[in-house]
């Protein structure tokens, strides 16, 4: 079978212990994960226009402060199933 798709086989196929979770986030659909100490950071942009991936803020390991989004329950996410 072949899949013709932007995505990762990690993320058709993705792993149980996974603690990550796609997230919406200026626009664009992110993989995040949550720190430590409440924040989100940024794992992978999940995006085909190349301009994109010249942002920064959408750079893997950029951090978003919990201060400037809303709590978890709130997030517009897609939970990976």
């Keep these: 079978m072949v899949l013709y798709t932007p995505l990762t086989d990690a993320e058709i196929f993705p792993q149980e212990d996974d603690d990550t979770f796609l997230m919406a986030y200026n626009g664009q659909t992110v993989v995040c994960r949550e720190t430590e100490n409440g924040s ?9 226009d190349p301009q994109h991936f010249l942002n920064e803020s959408f750079s893997p390991g950029t951090t978003i ?14 939970k990976r199933q």
Excluded: A, R
């Design 40 to 48: 989100v950071q940024v794992v992978q942009l999940l995006s085909t």
């Design 65 to 78: 402060f919990s201060e400037s989004i809303p709590k978890k329950s709130q997030y517009d996410i897609l």
